[in-house]
């Protein structure tokens, strides 16, 4: 059974980091693209992040590149997204999922709130 467990949520200031965690099992981990998809509150679906599987390449949405960065532990099972500099619109529940573009599991997501 696929499971996905985002961690490391909280609450930061304006210009803060923080690193979020998601924790895999259930599948073959280190074969999977993974993406971090948000959802802003009252807002629709953005995708921020994804890697791909074996080299590791990674994309992001405008609105994050420069600041967030996405890395996996395939020995671990564990995806992350260590976001620096970070904004009040950047508020939102993220969400850690498998694919680059199709995403088929979902973990329950972690809220990341950014305000002062």
């Known amino acids: 059974e696929v499971q996905l467990v985002e961690s490391g949520g909280g609450l930061v200031q304006p210009g803060g980091s923080l690193r979020l965690s998601c924790a895999a099992s259930?599948?073959?981990?280190?074969?999977?693209?993974m993406s971090w998809v948000r959802q802003a509150p009252g807002k629709g679906l953005e995708w921020v992040a994804y890697?791909?599987?074996?080299?590791?390449?990674?994309y992001y949405a405008d609105s994050v590149k420069g600041r967030f960065t996405i890395s996996r532990d395939d020995a671990k099972n564990t995806l992350y997204l260590q976001m620096h500099s970070l904004k009040p619109e950047d508020t939102a529940l993220y969400y850690c999922?498998?694919?680059?573009?199709?995403?088929?599991?979902w973990g329950e997501g972690t809220l990341v709130t950014v305000s002062s």
């Open positions: 999922t498998t694919g680059g573009v199709i995403y088929r599991h």
């Open positions: 259930g599948f073959a981990f280190s074969s999977y693209y």
């Open positions: 890697i791909r599987s074996g080299g590791g390449s990674t």
